[in-house]
């Protein structure tokens, strides 16, 4: 897992350094709104699975090159269930929050008005969880990460200070182990989520 992280940071870094070569007077920062649902598969430890479909509306950034792309993000994601089934089946509740930290670093293709981009999708995941069961309570935190590839585009209206655009992605999440081994109960979260998006952006230089 360490090895994975410090691979995906090294990538990160060198993928920056490139970018920041690269940029000319024609590098263009640009702030919009993103629209999409993401659709979930996530494991719960090794005996059941889930479909979360989400609705969700977020700010981003984008610098935008001649050939490269650079979106860095932050987002967050929350999850809880309950049943108020009689003992020995509840009542019971589980809560699991996730905050995102991370980047869309992408090639670009820009031909007249539109702007094609592809690349990948990286970054950490701080996620923290909850569960009650029959009064007993138990609470973990992690932190992991995510990546996974991106493909989109936008239509540069006028001068090019607006745009329409729409983006795909497919992630991999590692959410984390949690639990305690002491106990003998631990519970290891991920999921693979698919997010299409809709994104309005105004670039200001």
Same mark, same amino acid.
């Given at each position: 897992?360490?090895?994975?992280?410090?691979?995906? +940071?090294?990538?990160?870094?060198?993928?920056?350094a490139?970018?920041?070569?690269?940029?000319?007077a024609?590098?263009?920062? &640009?702030? +919009?709104v993103?629209?999409?649902?993401?659709?979930?598969?996530?494991?719960?430890?090794?005996?059941?699975?889930?479909?979360?479909p989400? *609705? %969700?509306?977020?700010?981003s950034?984008?610098?935008?090159?001649?050939?490269?792309?650079?979106e860095?993000?932050?987002?967050?994601?929350?999850?809880?269930?309950?049943?108020?089934?009689?003992?020995?089946f509840?009542?019971?509740? %589980?809560?699991?929050?996730?905050w995102?930290? &991370?980047?869309?670093?992408?090639?670009?293709?820009?031909?007249?008005?539109?702007?094609?981009?592809?690349g990948?999708?990286?970054?950490f995941?701080f996620?923290?969880?909850? /569960?009650?069961? *029959?009064?007993?309570?138990?609470?973990? /935190?992690?932190?992991?990460?995510?990546?996974?590839?991106?493909?989109?585009?936008?239509?540069?209206?006028?001068?090019?200070?607006?745009?329409?655009?729409?983006e795909?992605?497919?992630?991999?999440?590692?959410?984390g *182990? %949690?639990?305690? &081994?002491?106990?003998?109960?631990?519970?290891?979260?991920?999921?693979?989520?698919?997010?299409?998006m809709?994104?309005?952006?105004?670039?200001?230089?």
């Open positions: 897992m360490n090895r994975i992280k410090f691979l995906v +940071g090294a990538g990160c870094v060198l993928f920056m490139w970018g920041a070569q690269a940029q000319n024609k590098t263009r920062i &640009g702030f +919009g993103t629209f999409g649902r993401e659709l979930a598969f996530v494991s719960e430890a090794d005996f059941s699975s889930l479909t979360l989400v *609705d %969700f509306a977020n700010f950034v984008a610098i935008r090159g001649t050939n490269f792309r650079f860095p993000t932050l987002g967050y994601f929350r999850f809880s269930s309950s049943s108020s089934a009689s003992p020995p509840g009542p019971s509740e %589980f809560k699991s929050s996730n995102r930290v &991370g980047a869309v670093l992408a090639l670009a293709r820009p031909r007249e008005s539109m702007n094609c981009y592809y990948v999708n990286v970054g995941v996620s923290s969880i909850k /569960s009650e069961f *029959d009064n007993d309570s138990s609470s973990d /935190s992690k932190t992991d990460f995510y990546i996974g590839p991106a493909i989109g585009g936008e239509y540069l209206f006028g001068n090019g200070d607006f745009s329409l655009g729409g795909i992605q497919i992630n991999y999440i590692s959410i *182990d %949690f639990g305690d &081994g002491n106990s003998g109960f631990e519970e290891s979260l991920s999921a693979i989520s698919t997010k299409g809709i994104i309005v952006r105004w670039y200001i230089n």
